[in-house]
């Protein structure tokens, strides 16, 4: 129990130094003026940690075979806490928080899914 909360408290540190850097680079986009990193890592470490809430409760909640409905209801739920983060730790109002969310999470799916196929490649 106690290595799975440092395990979950270490992983929601390095998301926000990686997500923060993501919500720098998108806010200085879609803003034209980046967040201090102080305020994004705390966002996105809050946002981790309360996604993995979530996502544990989902966990309990859905049936293991609908792992895809999981999959959706926690992204949904994980943007809308970014969402949440963004305006009460950075300060954005609701539209500028959602667009930068979205910046943000488009990002990150590029960066995942293209370390995924450059891993994919790699290995075949």
Known sequence: MLFGLFGLIVGAAINGLVVGLIVMLAGKIVLKHAPDFSDAFKAC??????????????????????????????????YAIYVITFQTIIGYT???????????????????????????????
């Open 94 to 124: 609701l539209g500028q928080a959602a667009a930068v969310a979205a910046v943000a999470t488009v990002f990150l799916f590029a960066l995942v899914f293209g370390v995924a196929f450059a891993i994919a490649i790699a290995t075949a």
């Open 45 to 78: 470490f809050y946002a981790a940690l309360a996604g993995a809430i979530v996502q544990l409760l989902l966990g309990f909640v859905l049936d293991p075979d609908a792992i895809w409905l999981g999959i959706i209801i926690s992204m949904v739920v994980s």
